[in-house]
């Protein structure tokens, strides 16, 4: 199981960041897939997940109506489209497989950094 991140980035309040997860290594489709994050001084937490077949989404409440997640099974992608960001937005950014997950959950990635700057 490999899971890669990209597209973060620096962006002021406000603004907008299209994070990407490529995954490999398992049948993408079978699997819910999430968004984590971990901000400074903080716990990572999980932020979005969607469902494998039908797409169905979930998202915390500090994030719904601003973030959504969508995934591409045909390119083993999940993305996570950010708009309306915040300072408190700034965090490393984790996709992972089949949540929810524990910190020892051996799939980390190296995640991708994104900072909102007021």
């Known amino acids: 199981v490999q899971l890669v991140e990209s597209g973060g980035g620096l962006a002021h309040v406000g603004g907008s960041l299209n994070l990407s997860c490529v995954a490999s290594?398992?049948?993408?489709?079978?699997?819910?897939m999430a968004w984590y994050r971990q901000a400074p001084g903080k716990e990572r937490t999980i932020i979005a997940q969607i469902s494998g077949g039908r797409g169905i989404t979930m998202y915390s409440d500090d994030v719904k109506g601003r973030f959504t997640i969508s995934r591409d099974n045909a390119k083993n992608t999940v993305y996570l489209e950010m708009t309306n960001l915040k300072p408190e937005d700034t965090a490393v950014y984790y996709c992972?497989?089949?949540?929810?997950?524990?910190?020892?959950?051996?799939?980390w990635g190296q995640g991708t950094q994104v900072t909102v700057s007021s």
């Open positions: 992972i497989r089949d949540p929810p997950v524990t910190l020892s959950y051996p799939y």
């Open positions: 290594g398992f049948t993408f489709s079978n699997y819910v």
